[in-house]
């Protein structure tokens, strides 16, 4: 078994940002050629977000190659055409209509490649709002997500490119099941993914609870707990962790191993039910059994005992996640300066082993020739074609 089972699928990737390019990370991370197409004279303008969008390319951009190409000159469209003509895929997240206007728009290229899967990744799905512009934090304010994740009156975007990224994963699901389609009728198709519909989705829980109950439910800041304990505690020393008490018999634990045996005796706790609504009384003894501890002695007791907890981290604290580090989970790609530094990789396992990093993030242009070459362009052609500004390698 491989931990590239895509190896020999060909994708031409025409997308920028984070969405389009996390469903080409993760054909590329499964072992298909991804070729990104770039446009002159420096490459993706992604390649240039400063502030919290300095990361999106470095992060996304792994396992592909790099053509640069000015789809406006004739040999630059040219090259796309061939690239298109001989793939399985192409993926795209521009403007409605952009690629359309070049000639590279799904009915286009579906007649020069009946066997292409084309993905396109929108804003929206067809309907009322397909023309409107959108953004990760656009979709978030208008889905809900923001509303349930900030406190009452505050809405408040989730703390990463959360809908892009999921975005992008129903993406490339959504080529995988063509491409299985494909194995049974020999036809590619159309396939699009939606940012709203995205929202929509993780919404879908909260939309379930309030037809179930007749009641909306309150943003999570506010949520009605449903178990005795599920709280972030503050430790001894200044630190934080949430623990979860959950079960009757994970209440026992709780109690035995520290030291509330008042709270095991109490007649008023015996029930699940009758332990939530004692909250307010029980938390604070709670906290102060907690609170006698460092985050990490907590942490040990916990993980000893088997119960739910996880410490307060911050990203930045995962380059040096045991878990990670031992796991697999992180790959090493090169920073836009040369350093090197481990990013997490898929979130999967097959067979046992981890996706890992095969090409390192290209340098705009790096495999140009490389490809043009494989397109059965002469060196003449490729020189005359550089020269022009048609491609950059």
């Not at 992180?330 to 990013?343: A, F, Q």
Request: aromatic share 6%; with cysteine; hydrophobic share 45%.
């Amino acid at each position: 078994m491989s931990a590239t089972p895509l190896a020999g699928l060909r994708v031409v990737e025409f997308a920028h940002m984070v969405m389009g390019p996390t469903t080409g990370l993760i054909l590329a991370d499964l072992g298909a050629d991804v070729v990104k197409i770039e446009p002159t004279p420096a490459g993706d303008n992604t390649r240039r977000l400063t502030g919290s969008g300095i990361g999106f390319f470095t992060m996304t951009s792994r396992n592909k190659r790099s053509v640069v190409l000015d789809l406006k000159s004739a040999a630059g469209l040219e090259v796309a055409r061939r690239l298109i003509a001989r793939a399985d895929v192409l993926t795209e997240n521009f403007r409605p209509g952009a690629l359309d206007k070049l000639g590279l728009g799904y009915a286009d290229c579906a007649a020069a490649n009946a066997r292409l899967i084309y993905c396109s990744l929108k804003g929206f799905l067809p309907g009322p709002y397909e023309h409107r512009t959108a953004l990760d934090e656009v979709v978030q304010m208008m889905g809900g997500l923001a509303y349930m994740t900030g406190p009452v009156g505050q809405p408040l975007r989730a703390g990463s490119s959360v809908i892009d990224i999921m975005g992008g994963t129903y993406g490339a699901v959504a080529i995988l099941a063509a491409l299985a389609e494909r194995e049974r009728t020999g036809k590619g198709q159309l396939v699009q993914s939606g940012l709203f519909e995205s929202v929509a989705m993780l919404m879908a829980q909260h939309m379930a609870q309030a037809a179930i109950t007749g009641t909306e439910p309150p943003p999570m800041s506010a949520r009605d707990v449903a178990w005795p304990v599920y709280d972030i505690f503050a430790t001894a020393d200044a630190g934080q962790i949430f623990i979860g008490v959950v079960t009757d018999t994970q209440w026992q634990v709780l109690c035995t191993e520290f030291g509330l045996d008042g709270l095991a005796r109490d007649p008023e706790l015996t029930t699940q039910a009758e332990r939530r609504a004692a909250r307010p009384r029980t938390l604070p003894v709670i906290a102060a059994a907690f609170g006698q501890f460092t985050k990490a002695e907590l942490a040990a007791r916990c993980e000893r005992l088997g119960l739910p907890f996880a410490p307060i981290a911050r990203p930045v604290e995962l380059f040096d996640d045991a878990h990670l580090r031992a796991s697999g989970g992180l790959v090493d790609v090169s920073l836009p300066d040369g350093r090197v530094v481990g990013l997490p990789g898929l979130p999967i396992s097959m067979a046992g082993q981890r996706p890992g990093v095969r090409r390192d993030v290209p340098q705009p242009g790096a495999d140009t020739r490389a490809v043009l070459l494989e397109l059965g362009y002469g060196e003449a052609d490729i020189s005359a074609m550089r020269a022009s500004g048609s491609v950059l390698d």
